[in-house]
Each structure stands twice: as C-alpha cells, then as structure tokens.
C-alpha cells in the first residue's frame, strides 16, 4: 500500500490550498469524461497486447479513482477508505463459496438483493447511463430477458430489423429518422445478443479492420485524396484482397 498511499497524498497536495489551480477547480462531472477516456484506453493497451502500455494506463485510471475520492472526501460524503472497503465488501459478499464458507454462489440472487438494499426499483433498473451506448442496450436487453421479456430466437429480432429499415427509410423528418435509426441500432444489437455476439466488441473491432485497411489505402497510393472515388475503390478492394490472402 506504501505506492498508493503515496498517490492518495499527491491527489491530497494537488487539490490542497498550495496546490495546482486546476485540480482544485475539478468536480466529479469535470473529470469524468478522462475517467472514461481512461478506462478506454485500458481496454485498447489490452486489445494491443501491450503490457508497457497497460501499466501506465492502469495507472492512469486509478488515478482517477483517488481524484473522485479526494473531491468526495471535500465534500464529507466519503473518502478512499470507504471506496476500498466497499469493494471488499462486495467482493466478499459475492463469493460466500470462498469467503463465507458456503457451498456455492447464486450470482443473479446475489445481485438482485444488492439492487433491492440500494432501493433499485424495476428490472431494468441500476444499468449506468454512462456506459457505451452498444453495451448499455446490450444489458438492458439482457434484464428484460431475465423477466421473460424477450425474443423465443434469432429470428425474432432479425425481423425486427427489417421492419426498422423500412421506418427510417419512410421517416418523415431527422428527428423521426434519428430516432427510427436508434430503433434500428437497438434491433441490431438485439440480434447480436442472440447470436452471441458481442455488439460493443465487434464494433470496435470493425473500427479497428476500418483503420488498418485505410491506412494501407493510402500507403499504396499517396495521393489518395486526390483519387476519384471509383480509383478509391480499387484500392480499398486491393486492401481487402491482400488481407484476405494473408489470413488465408
């Protein structure tokens, strides 16, 4: 704990009276954007396989941690102690099979009563609105399904795609098409689920083989900018036909 005493005292410098003007001036809506960022950036040094660069963002996020406990602890509501020995808490009570001496653990049951002391109401309730829009609808979907609200298969959801495509191409202005457009997203999503599919990965990883391929387009071609459309094709099909041959 000798390190992380250490950072709990820095964050406690920083935010004090001779400290740095900006970190006194955060709160926890200002500084939760980086927390996001930061978690992000956990997950593409894991995606990389970069260890170095795991090790630094980690740091990173948890030192955002300790900055929402320092602006917590200014404010009397609590400090990084009660962060710490909540999770314990948690941790301990969600695996009675190791730390309470029974014989196994019910997950959902488990979290179902956490959700009822934390005065969770409904099945959909406690999902964070800050989450990834992918992934939040992802396990709203799943809460639904918990209580029997859900399709019997895939099938179900594949035609409810169709049936949004219609809606936003029938839509009779942005803010109708935006809002069948999200419709459309959620069924893909949906879909996804029942596939057993990862919506929120796969679309990263789409992203990713985006990237790379339009990075290899203009390797290829220095003046792509300049290229017509038509050429930019070719060469995108180039792309894929290389990688297609190296996977293969």
Request: with cysteine; hydrophobic share 50%.
């Amino acid at each position: 704990m000798q390190m992380f005493d250490r950072l709990v005292a820095v964050m406690a410098r920083l935010r004090g009276p001779d400290g740095c003007d900006w970190d006194r001036a955060q709160n926890f809506a200002s500084i939760a954007p980086y927390t996001i960022e930061e978690a992000y950036e956990v997950a593409d040094a894991i995606a990389r396989d970069d260890p170095a660069a795991l090790k630094d963002e980690l740091g990173d996020l948890q030192l955002q941690v300790v900055f929402h406990a320092a602006i917590a602890a200014d404010r009397g509501a609590f400090g990084i102690d009660d962060v710490l020995a909540g999770i314990v808490d948690k941790m301990e009570r969600r695996h009675p099979h190791i730390f309470g001496g029974a014989e196994g653990a019910d997950w959902e049951a488990i979290k179902a009563a956490e959700r009822a002391n934390a005065a969770v109401t409904g099945a959909l309730g406690g999902v964070a609105l800050g989450l990834p829009a992918l992934l939040r609808a992802e396990k709203l979907q799943r809460r639904a399904a918990r209580v029997g609200f859900d399709w019997h298969d895939a099938a179900g959801p594949r035609a409810k795609i169709d049936e949004e495509l219609v809606e936003v191409e029938t839509a009779t202005d942005a803010a109708h098409r935006a809002e069948e457009v999200g419709d459309l997203l959620f069924a893909v999503v949906n879909w996804a689920r029942h596939l057993g599919v990862d919506a929120e990965a796969a679309l990263r990883a789409a992203n990713g083989k985006f990237e790379a391929r339009f990075a290899a387009m203009e390797a290829l071609d220095p003046a792509f900018p300049e290229r017509s459309l038509d050429e930019q094709e070719a060469l995108w099909n180039r792309v894929k036909q290389d990688a297609a041959q190296r996977q293969g």
